[in-house]
């Protein structure tokens, strides 16, 4: 059974940075992309940043790129978002998600939360202005 444990998450003032943790439970996690969203209040969860298998290949949210980095490490089981300059709109509940890399040839393919099969329970992220 997978499982995706984030950390990490907290309060943190404007224009600080935090980094979250995503532990997997999963046998073959360099088979798996790895994905970050989040879900402010009253708002549909968002893609934020996600990682293929190998790490070289990423993908970020216009709303993120430049200040969010994403990366993991394979021998660890574990992906991480490093997230710098934090703004008050990135306050929400940050998700890890995983899927079967090679699922799809397309990137688009693993910008959308709707293709992932397994999610964590998520960390809070508030950020204060």
């Known amino acids: 059974q997978v499982q995706l444990v984030e950390s990490g998450g907290g309060l943190v003032q404007a224009g600080g940075s935090l980094r979250l943790s995503c532990a997997a439970s999963i046998r073959t996690f360099s088979s798996y992309a790895m994905g970050w969203f989040r879900q402010a209040p009253g708002k549909e969860r968002e893609f934020v940043a996600a990682?293929?298998?190998?790490?070289?290949?990423?993908y970020y949210a216009d709303s993120v790129k430049g200040r969010f980095t994403i990366s993991r490490d394979n021998a660890k089981n574990t992906v991480y978002l490093q997230m710098n300059s934090l703004k008050a709109e990135d306050t929400a509940v940050y998700y890890c998600?995983?899927?079967?890399?090679?699922?799809?040839?397309?990137?688009?393919?693993?910008?959308?939360?709707?293709?992932?099969?397994?999610w964590g329970q998520g960390t809070q992220v508030t950020v204060s202005s």
């Open positions: 998600a995983a899927v079967l890399d090679g699922t799809s040839t397309s990137n688009y393919y693993y910008i959308r939360a709707r293709n992932y099969n397994y």
């Open positions: 990682s293929r298998r190998n790490g070289v290949s990423t």
